[in-house]
């Protein structure tokens, strides 16, 4: 039997615990697998965590003589040993089944764990293969999981390809707990853009066309399943770009109304929601609006890597403050494209801060550009507006991107808010498409 006391203080002293600020007066295991009977004895717990809110979340431990078992090579082994052996392992209150993808063989012998994680646990086996163990967890298949077995089965190459996973199916949820893939070296995108934002601009702006047609190519490849309702394309209606409209308008209100007085990098932005809230209403104003499909849902140059001369795309799980069902919803490819948009800015606004280098004149135009050309001239046709209608609709989630970012960094890194409101002035100063 697990001590309660000791279940408590155990998830919340670790990062991946995701309620600090929350106080907890319950802590009990609801279902538990064994997945190795001899010594030592090894099982996946299945935690809730209660609060005094009457709210709750669910983690997944695995658990020997300890409740950190991940820490032991030998543990993370067996897990991988489960999933190329696609077994099934009954649990109290249900079933955690194992699966793997063909191609991924080879023995195992060293594991590391990738350093700092917030939310989740990887472990590095041999440079070949990465096991991300999924912490918390929401009912219904994880969008990570959902959008690399889709992507792998329709040979999209820039991805670290699937491997394997495994999951859980029981009275209490049925969940993602982790997913096995190729384990790609390379180099980080935002460190890659940062690398080079001096002398060597050259190589990054010329690697951006090839980033916007990467991002074309999976976009397209997503939008290309008519016969799975999970990711065939749908229409855009006009009620669903009112939604949009009225999501974003409200976002809007709400961050310019609690400006704080005392932060002089909002003076450029301050007193101007309304104008800001009127430019999207003439830019939602937009003639055809392409097609919605499943996409990244949280694309930025820290979900790619630059590896052996072309893009491989990260982290498919999608933005973690959204919920689950949110994370799986149906969007504009656009959003992705204007989120990458947005980390071009960053990335040219914080060079002196992080590197101490200036930019070069010009540089994030011309990022922009080639990554745009390259996004244009790739992208299925039928997915996103032609013309004057796509550059309407890509600032409309631009500005919904800038606002996000606001928040953000208001409440995080109040040292950063004069990229957001840079952004917000941008686009509230350029003309608008048509």
Same mark, same amino acid.
């Given at each position: 039997?697990?001590? *309660?006391?000791?279940?408590?203080?155990?998830?919340?002293?670790?990062?991946?615990?995701?309620?600090?600020?929350?106080?907890?007066?319950?802590?009990?295991?609801?279902?538990?697998?064994?997945?190795?009977?001899?010594?030592?004895?090894?099982?996946?717990?299945?935690?809730?965590?209660?609060?005094?809110?009457?709210?709750?979340?669910?983690?997944?431990?695995?658990?020997?003589?300890?409740?950190?078992?991940?820490?032991?090579?030998?543990?993370?082994?067996?897990?991988?040993?489960?999933?190329?052996?696609?077994?099934?392992?009954?649990?109290?209150?249900?079933?955690?089944?194992?699966?793997?993808?063909?191609?991924?063989?080879?023995?195992?012998?060293?594991?590391?764990?990738?350093?700092?994680?917030?939310?989740?646990?990887?472990?590095v086996f041999d440079?070949?293969?990465?096991?991300?163990?999924?912490?918390?967890? *929401?009912?219904?298949?994880?969008?990570?999981?959902?959008?690399?077995?889709?992507?792998?089965?329709?040979?999209?190459?820039?991805?670290?390809?699937?491997?394997?996973?495994?999951?859980?199916?029981?009275?209490?949820?049925?969940?993602?707990?982790?997913?096995?893939?190729?384990?790609?070296?390379?180099?980080?995108?935002?460190?890659?853009?940062?690398?080079?934002?001096?002398?060597?601009?050259?190589?990054?702006?010329?690697?951006?066309?090839?980033?916007?047609?990467?991002?074309?190519?999976?976009?397209?490849?997503?939008?290309?399943?008519?016969?799975?309702?999970?990711?065939?394309?749908?229409?855009?209606?006009?009620?669903?770009?009112?939604?949009?409209?009225?999501?974003?308008?409200?976002?809007?209100?709400s961050v310019f109304?609690?400006?704080?007085?005392?932060?002089?990098?909002?003076?450029?932005?301050?007193?101007?929601?309304?104008?800001?809230?009127?430019?999207?209403r003439v830019l939602?104003?937009?003639?055809?609006?392409?097609?919605?499909?499943?996409?990244?849902?949280?694309?930025?140059?820290?979900?790619?890597?630059?590896?052996?001369?072309?893009?491989?795309?990260?982290?498919?799980?999608?933005?973690? /403050?959204?919920?689950?069902?949110?994370?799986?919803?149906?969007?504009?490819?656009?959003?992705?494209?204007?989120?990458?948009?947005?980390?071009? /800015?960053?990335?040219?606004?914080?060079?002196?801060?992080?590197?101490?280098?200036?930019?070069?004149?010009?540089?994030?135009?011309?990022?922009?550009?080639?990554?745009?050309?390259?996004?244009?001239?790739?992208?299925?046709?039928?997915?996103?507006?032609?013309?004057?209608?796509?550059?309407?609709?890509?600032?409309?989630?631009?500005?919904?991107?800038?606002?996000? *970012?606001?928040?953000?960094?208001?409440?995080?890194?109040?040292?950063?808010?004069?990229?957001?409101?840079?952004?917000?002035?941008?686009?509230?100063?350029?003309?608008?498409?048509?």
């Amino acid at each position: 039997m697990t001590d *309660e006391r000791e279940l408590i203080e155990f998830v919340r002293a670790q990062r991946w615990f995701a309620s600090r600020t929350k106080d907890v007066v319950h802590a009990r295991v609801v279902d538990r697998a064994v997945l190795r009977e001899d010594d030592p004895r090894l099982e996946l717990l299945l935690v809730e965590i209660r609060f005094d809110t009457g709210t709750h979340e669910t983690y997944q431990l695995l658990a020997d003589e300890t409740l950190d078992a991940l820490a032991d090579p030998r543990h993370v082994r067996e897990l991988v040993s489960m999933i190329r052996q696609s077994i099934k392992l009954p649990a109290s209150e249900g079933v955690v089944e194992f699966g793997a993808v063909s191609g991924f063989a080879s023995e195992l012998r060293d594991a590391r764990p990738v350093g700092v994680e917030q939310s989740n646990t990887s472990i590095v086996f041999d440079e070949e293969l990465i096991l991300k163990v999924f912490r918390r967890l *929401e009912a219904g298949i994880n969008p990570e999981l959902e959008l690399l077995r889709f992507l792998t089965a329709h040979e999209f190459e820039n991805i670290a390809q699937l491997a394997g996973w495994y999951s859980y199916t029981g009275r209490q949820m049925d969940a993602t707990l982790g997913i096995l893939q190729q384990f790609v070296i390379g180099r980080d995108g935002w460190e890659h853009a940062l690398d080079t934002m001096g002398e060597g601009a050259g190589e990054f702006i010329a690697s951006a066309r090839r980033l916007g047609e990467v991002t074309a190519r999976m976009h397209s490849i997503l939008g290309s399943d008519h016969s799975d309702p999970g990711f065939a394309p749908e229409e855009t209606s006009a009620e669903s770009l009112g939604l949009l409209t009225a999501t974003v308008d409200e976002e809007i209100q709400s961050v310019f109304l609690e400006l704080p007085d005392d932060v002089p990098e909002l003076e450029p932005i301050r007193g101007r929601g309304e104008e800001v809230r009127e430019r999207l209403r003439v830019l939602t104003s937009v003639g055809g609006a392409g097609r919605v499909i499943r996409h990244h849902g949280d694309f930025h140059l820290g979900q790619t890597l630059w590896a052996d001369g072309d893009w491989v795309i990260l982290d498919f799980e999608g933005e973690p /403050a959204r919920s689950l069902p949110e994370r799986r919803r149906k969007r504009s490819p656009l959003r992705d494209v204007a989120g990458m948009l947005r980390s071009f /800015a960053y990335a040219a606004s914080a060079s002196m801060q992080l590197r101490g280098v200036e930019p070069q004149a010009g540089w994030e135009l011309r990022v922009r550009e080639r990554f745009l050309d390259g996004y244009r001239d790739t992208v299925q046709d039928s997915l996103v507006p032609t013309g004057t209608a796509m550059d309407r609709l890509l600032q409309v989630f631009e500005l919904e991107k800038a606002v996000y *970012e606001l928040r953000y960094e208001l409440n995080h890194r109040p040292g950063w808010v004069s990229i957001p409101v840079a952004g917000i002035v941008r686009l509230l100063d350029e003309e608008i498409p048509g």
